[in-house]
């Protein structure tokens, strides 16, 4: 076992304490003591509930946290041990929680002419809750800003600089936002009804952190118009990584998976054709694991998990994976769950939702 998988593992459990300790089943604590990372995903249960599920690296459920809905995306502050999971689209409600169980989760709802699009990042501090919004009777996404420290109050809010707003993240200093803008219009009166797939609107984004001011949009080449931005993650050396869903012809192999990083242009990964056709066009979550160098993207419809070499872009391995949901970095390689209730080698008999976050 590694030394940093020991210290991920032994840190949550000297941060959890003994009452936490104490109220885990005989199992999920012989699990916890022996994994190597933790994890949270969102879950639905074979009674039709839903929660988020605290799981060991080797998927064996330690906790539960119930839910109201359904979740999608989830963020995790390292600095306070906080984590939160979004509604998924178009849903109004977020919610923060602490999985060692060290405070009562704390419920946000979305203004009224606001939804969250799934996805949301804190600061490198703690101290703030970036959310991706949409602002849909204007069609624009919006960054939702929200105070860590009172109660997580949503005090301002930025322009994403772009519609279709989907998944964000910060960059390790804090100072830029990194967007990806979907480009397709949605309103919550037609559901999750894609409304202009004919004139899309893709694009990157990367905004100061303090005053939301765009520094730089990257657009999706012409031809690439109905390729959908949809998630991201960032390297040890501050590229963004971004993972796509083709919204074009079937029969197209367009590129799936790229990088950039201020001052740099979109640079796009070529994958084996096999690769790319196995992707099935659609990449559902994409995850960067720093110490390794390398990046795990999964697709549900292709039933794929990629490991790519994030030096050279070259592909490190493949596993056939039947709805594979979440990526997530491990100790070694990726985590990698399934909708049909797979997490690594074990099955639980609950559907996995589409992301996974670790908690360290």
């Given at each position: 076992?590694?030394?940093?998988?020991?210290?991920?593992?032994?840190?949550?459990?000297?941060?959890?304490?003994?009452?936490?300790?104490?109220?885990?089943?005989?199992?999920?604590?012989?699990?916890?003591?022996?994994?190597?990372?933790?994890?949270?995903?969102?879950?639905?249960?074979?009674?039709?509930?839903?929660?988020?599920?605290?799981?060991?690296?080797?998927?064996?459920?330690?906790?539960?946290?119930?839910l109201p809905d359904r979740i999608h995306g989830l963020g995790h502050s390292p600095a306070t041990g906080l984590s939160v999971a979004f509604a998924r689209r178009p849903g109004t409600f977020a919610v923060v929680f602490d999985a060692r169980r060290r405070s009562e989760p704390i419920v946000i709802a979305a203004p009224a002419d606001r939804h969250f699009f799934g996805h949301g990042h804190f600061s490198p501090d703690g101290r703030l809750l970036y959310a991706s919004e949409n602002d849909f009777d204007a069609n624009r996404g919006m960054i939702g800003i929200y105070d860590a420290a009172d109660g997580f109050r949503r005090i301002g809010e930025f322009e994403a600089h772009g519609i279709g707003t989907h998944d964000m993240t910060v960059s390790d200093d804090g100072r830029l936002l990194i967007i990806a803008n979907g480009g397709i219009e949605t309103h919550p009166d037609f559901g999750r009804t894609k409304l202009n797939l004919d004139r899309m609107e893709p694009s990157l984004v990367i905004a100061n952190a303090a005053t939301g001011a765009l520094i730089e949009k990257h657009v999706m080449p012409r031809e690439l118009s109905q390729l959908s931005t949809r998630h991201l993650d960032v390297d040890r050396d501050g590229r963004a990584w971004f993972a796509c869903q083709y919204e074009g012809s079937r029969n197209d192999t367009p590129p799936l998976v790229g990088h950039f990083a201020r001052g740099e242009a979109l640079s796009f990964v070529s994958l084996p054709e096999p690769v790319t056709k196995g992707l099935a066009n659609y990449v559902g979550a994409i995850a960067v694991n720093r110490r390794d160098g390398l990046v795990g993207i999964?697709?549900?419809?292709?039933?794929?998990?990629?490991?790519?070499?994030?030096?050279?872009?070259?592909v490190v391995s493949t596993a056939p994976v039947?709805?594979?949901?979440?990526?997530?970095?491990?100790?070694?390689?990726?985590?990698?769950?399934?909708?049909?209730?797979?997490?690594?080698?074990?099955?639980s008999p609950v559907a996995w939702d589409q992301h996974i976050v670790r908690l360290s």
């Open positions: 076992m590694r030394r940093s998988a020991l210290i991920d593992r032994r840190s949550f459990i000297k941060a959890a304490g003994a009452l936490f300790l104490a109220s885990l089943s005989p199992r999920a604590l012989f699990a916890l003591e022996r994994s190597d990372a933790v994890f949270a995903s969102g879950f639905r249960a074979p009674d039709g509930t839903f929660g988020i599920g605290l799981v060991a690296e080797d998927g064996t459920f330690i906790d539960r946290i119930d999964a697709s549900p419809k292709g039933g794929l998990a990629v490991t790519i070499d994030g030096r050279t872009g070259a039947v709805d594979a949901a979440g990526i997530a970095p491990a100790a070694s390689g990726f985590a990698v769950s399934s909708y049909d209730g797979h997490f690594g080698a074990n099955r």
